[in-house]
């Protein structure tokens, strides 16, 4: 076998693969041998098939599977020992029917990851990086938010912003009367949220209303015409839901309001874990921790999204292997050439991504996903008010998230993309400015 490279460009690679008979004919004769011991063949006993009648019989076929094996195995084994940062797979060249014996040449076609010259960040790069102040009105809209979120629901005397509404809901007539013809639509107990209507015309009716009152509104509108919440509201079928247009009356038997909770231990444990905010002082302490938390997010997403500007503005002529890629990676497109015109900026975007992950040296480790799971499930049990769990809980529910493919490497896709962002946030120099909020939303709209 010989295996020669024609370097077309520096990301273009063709491979040259010669085998003759010596490559494949006694892997051949071994699986034909094999075919005979185990299958039965008409006319002969297993193990008793000549090795003519075999080789009529199936040789087309074994040689096929055994020279593609032997031909990739050969073209893998090359790329890797040659070290060659191949892009997806091989594609061959063209596919031709395998001749089953002598000579035979195959070609492969590699798209090979752009070299990025000077790509590695240094502190010589300085790039603007905004904090976003944090204010006394940010903490108390999340005090006032928190309390809401983890305070209790009970009876109300009279209809508040986000009170839930029960009571009967009867349809009418177009004059305003109760519709009492057969079939007409009589909801006993209903419950309704004002707060979500789409129509805020229809959320307005039911300011100020108190039990015992009856409210005239339209629940085609206040649902927006959406089938699926009609048909939850009115107690029908979805598939008829849509086509109900007509007011109603709801007679009000009960409004539910949120009590916020009052400040203490144990709203302090609930929200932030066991014995880590002891008084008031402390808790507002740790709100601006967690609202500056937030907001540091968007502080690194602009950070990103101005490095990354950069990096595409100075690489963008980068070469690729353009006809190999549209092969590769669009081949079922109704034009494929077309199809990686269209996805190219993405593509040198990834591009620059892998040189920065290969020059960082960024690597991901099992105990970094498993971390990062643990972190996300954490959070998910504290949005529903259960904060502080026990570490061996959240552990257990973390593995078996990562017990599922797409979640896994979802996670790991998460922390390799936060860890190249973090080492060059290291790397480079931060201009660090401390602005306000709307001055931030300013600067990430455009508008400065």
């Known amino acids: 076998m010989n295996i020669s490279k024609e370097e077309i460009s520096p990301v273009d690679v063709r491979l040259t693969v010669k085998i003759n008979d010596a490559d494949y004919s006694d892997e051949v004769a071994k699986r034909l041998k094999e075919i005979g011991r185990t299958h039965a063949i008409p006319g002969f006993r297993k193990g008793h098939v000549p090795a003519g009648e075999l080789k009529r019989r199936f ?63 240094t502190k010589d790069d300085h790039y603007p990086y905004y ?8 903490i108390d809209e999340q005090d006032k938010h928190l309390r809401k979120r983890f305070g209790t629901q009970k009876p109300g005397e009279e209809m508040t912003e986000d009170g839930v509404v029960k009571g009967a809901l009867k349809q009418l007539n177009e004059d305003g009367s109760v519709n009492e013809a057969e079939g007409a639509i009589d909801v006993p107990d209903g419950i309704v949220f004002p707060l979500y209507f789409k129509d805020k015309e229809e959320t307005a009716k039911f300011d100020g209303k108190k039990p015992g009152d009856t409210v005239v509104f339209n629940p085609w509108k206040a649902a927006g015409g959406d089938a699926g919440e009609l048909a939850s509201m009115l107690h029908v079928d979805k598939a008829i839901a849509g086509d109900i247009h007509s007011d109603f009356a709801m007679t009000i038997s009960e409004i539910i309001v949120n009590i916020p909770a009052e400040l203490g231990e144990e709203f302090y444990k609930t929200v932030f874990g066991e014995d880590k905010v002891h008084n008031e002082e402390e808790y507002r302490a740790a709100v601006k921790e967690q609202i500056a938390n937030e907001l540091e997010q968007n502080s690194h997403i602009m950070f990103r999204n101005d490095f990354d500007k950069a990096m595409m503005e100075k690489y963008d002529s980068m070469p690729l292997a353009a006809d190999t890629m549209a092969k590769l990676f669009f081949g079922n497109a109704d034009d494929p050439k077309e199809a990686f015109k269209a996805s190219e900026k993405g593509i040198k975007h990834e591009m620059i991504e892998a040189n920065l992950i290969k020059a960082l040296g960024i690597k991901v480790e099992e105990d970094e996903i498993l971390n990062t799971a643990k972190y996300l499930t954490a959070r998910q049990f504290a949005q529903y008010g259960m904060a502080g769990l026990d570490e061996e809980i959240i552990e257990r529910y973390a593995k078996e998230q990562l017990q599922k493919e797409e979640i896994r490497n979802q996670i790991a896709q998460n922390v390799l ?32």
């Not at 040689?63 to 997806?88: H, M, P, Q, R």
């Not at 080492?423 to 455009?446: C, H, M, P, R, Y």
């Open 59 to 121: 040789g087309k076929g074994v040689t096929s599977e055994v020279i593609n094996d032997v031909v990739s195995k050969a073209v893998f084994e090359y790329i890797k020992e040659n070290n060659l940062e191949v892009l997806g797979y091989p594609v061959p060249v063209e596919v031709k029917e395998v001749a089953e014996d002598g000579e035979q040449t195959y070609q492969y076609d590699l798209a090979l990851m752009p070299a990025l010259e000077g790509i590695a960040p």
């Open 131 to 138: 904090e976003i102040e944090v204010t006394e009105e940010m």
């Open 417 to 448: 993309q936060a860890k190249l962002y973090e080492a060059i946030e290291n790397a480079v120099t931060l201009d660090k400015q401390v602005i306000s909020l709307d001055d931030f939303k300013k600067l990430a709209n455009g508008e400065n």
